[in-house]
Protein backbone atom coordinates (compact mmCIF):
# COMPACT_ATOMS: atom_id res chain seq x y z
CA UNK A 1 0.00 0.00 0.00
CA UNK A 2 1.63 3.39 -1.02
CA UNK A 3 -0.30 6.56 -0.25
CA UNK A 4 1.57 9.93 -3.01
CA UNK A 5 0.62 13.42 -1.89
CA UNK A 6 0.68 16.23 -4.27
CA UNK A 7 -0.67 19.62 -4.89
CA UNK A 8 0.83 21.78 -1.71
CA UNK A 9 2.89 24.77 -2.57
CA UNK A 10 3.18 28.13 -1.01
CA UNK A 11 0.10 30.52 -1.52
CA UNK A 12 -1.28 33.63 0.04
CA UNK A 13 -3.70 34.30 2.69
CA UNK A 14 -7.20 33.92 1.11
CA UNK A 15 -5.94 31.89 -1.71
CA UNK A 16 -6.96 27.88 -2.50
CA UNK A 17 -5.09 25.32 -3.08
CA UNK A 18 -6.21 21.25 -3.83
CA UNK A 19 -4.01 18.53 -2.64
CA UNK A 20 -4.46 15.03 -4.43
CA UNK A 21 -3.76 11.32 -2.68
CA UNK A 22 -3.43 9.02 -5.06
CA UNK A 23 -3.00 5.45 -3.24
CA UNK A 24 -1.78 2.22 -5.21
CA UNK A 25 -1.43 -1.24 -3.88
CA UNK A 26 -4.87 -1.61 -2.96
CA UNK A 27 -8.68 -0.53 -3.57
CA UNK A 28 -9.81 2.33 -1.42
CA UNK A 29 -13.43 1.11 -2.09
CA UNK A 30 -13.50 -0.51 1.14
CA UNK A 31 -11.95 2.00 3.23
CA UNK A 32 -11.85 5.38 4.79
CA UNK A 33 -9.19 7.89 3.97
CA UNK A 34 -7.86 10.60 6.22
CA UNK A 35 -6.48 13.34 5.39
CA UNK A 36 -4.09 14.77 8.53
CA UNK A 37 -1.17 17.70 8.94
CA UNK A 38 1.50 18.22 10.96
CA UNK A 39 2.73 22.40 11.66
CA UNK A 40 5.87 23.08 12.52
CA UNK A 41 6.50 22.26 16.15
CA UNK A 42 3.14 20.35 16.78
CA UNK A 43 1.67 16.80 16.71
CA UNK A 44 0.01 15.35 13.40
CA UNK A 45 -3.68 16.11 13.82
CA UNK A 46 -6.41 14.59 11.94
CA UNK A 47 -8.57 17.07 9.26
CA UNK A 48 -10.89 15.34 7.27
CA UNK A 49 -11.93 11.49 6.13
CA UNK A 50 -13.89 10.10 3.86
CA UNK A 51 -15.48 6.63 3.27
CA UNK A 52 -14.88 5.16 -0.04
CA UNK A 53 -17.78 3.42 -0.38
CA UNK A 54 -20.50 6.23 0.15
CA UNK A 55 -18.83 9.55 0.52
CA UNK A 56 -19.60 9.64 3.71
CA UNK A 57 -17.47 13.11 5.11
CA UNK A 58 -16.33 13.67 8.40
CA UNK A 59 -14.63 16.95 9.51
CA UNK A 60 -12.51 17.82 12.60
CA UNK A 61 -14.43 20.87 13.39
CA UNK A 62 -16.47 23.46 12.32
CA UNK A 63 -13.90 26.27 11.16
CA UNK A 64 -12.18 22.94 9.13
CA UNK A 65 -15.64 22.11 7.80
CA UNK A 66 -16.11 25.79 6.63
CA UNK A 67 -12.75 25.87 4.36
CA UNK A 68 -11.81 22.36 3.69
CA UNK A 69 -13.63 19.99 1.19
CA UNK A 70 -12.74 16.27 0.97
CA UNK A 71 -14.10 14.36 -1.94
CA UNK A 72 -12.72 11.28 -3.90
CA UNK A 73 -12.42 9.62 -7.58
CA UNK A 74 -12.78 5.58 -7.12
CA UNK A 75 -11.77 5.89 -10.66
CA UNK A 76 -8.84 7.22 -10.52
CA UNK A 77 -8.12 5.65 -6.41
CA UNK A 78 -7.35 9.26 -4.77
CA UNK A 79 -8.64 11.34 -2.71
CA UNK A 80 -8.70 15.15 -2.96
CA UNK A 81 -7.97 17.70 -0.18
CA UNK A 82 -9.82 21.53 -1.31
CA UNK A 83 -8.48 24.40 1.26
CA UNK A 84 -10.21 27.68 0.63
CA UNK A 85 -9.38 31.11 2.03
CA UNK A 86 -6.11 29.90 3.29
CA UNK A 87 -4.89 31.21 6.47
CA UNK A 88 -1.37 31.61 7.89
CA UNK A 89 -2.28 28.40 10.95
CA UNK A 90 -2.81 25.88 7.34
CA UNK A 91 0.90 26.16 7.09
CA UNK A 92 1.32 22.34 7.69
CA UNK A 93 2.83 19.52 5.69
CA UNK A 94 -0.47 17.68 4.73
CA UNK A 95 -0.22 13.03 4.85
CA UNK A 96 -3.19 11.02 3.91
CA UNK A 97 -3.59 7.88 5.43
CA UNK A 98 -6.22 5.00 5.51
CA UNK A 99 -8.73 5.38 8.60
CA UNK A 100 -12.42 4.05 9.52
CA UNK A 101 -14.94 6.78 8.60
CA UNK A 102 -18.49 5.91 8.57
CA UNK A 103 -21.61 7.09 10.34
CA UNK A 104 -21.39 5.09 13.28
CA UNK A 105 -17.00 5.12 13.54
CA UNK A 106 -14.11 7.16 12.96
CA UNK A 107 -10.94 5.87 13.83
CA UNK A 108 -7.26 6.22 14.48
CA UNK A 109 -4.91 6.11 10.75
CA UNK A 110 -3.07 3.01 10.64
CA UNK A 111 -0.96 1.43 7.72
CA UNK A 112 1.90 3.23 5.72
CA UNK A 113 1.81 6.80 5.04
CA UNK A 114 3.36 9.07 2.11
CA UNK A 115 6.02 11.18 1.90
CA UNK A 116 3.48 14.09 2.41
CA UNK A 117 2.85 17.25 0.45
CA UNK A 118 3.95 20.66 2.38
CA UNK A 119 1.37 23.97 2.12
CA UNK A 120 2.76 27.40 3.24
CA UNK A 121 0.77 30.05 3.63
CA UNK A 122 2.60 33.62 3.99
CA UNK A 123 2.12 36.93 2.42
Known amino acids: VQFVESGGGLEQPGGSLRLSCAAS????????IGWFRQAPGKKREGVAC?????????YADSSVKARFTISRDNAKNTVYLQIDDLKFEDTAVYYC????????????????WGQGTRVTVSS
Open 50 to 58: INFSDGFTH
Open 97 to 112: AAQECDRTYVGQPFGS
Open 25 to 32: GFSLDDHG
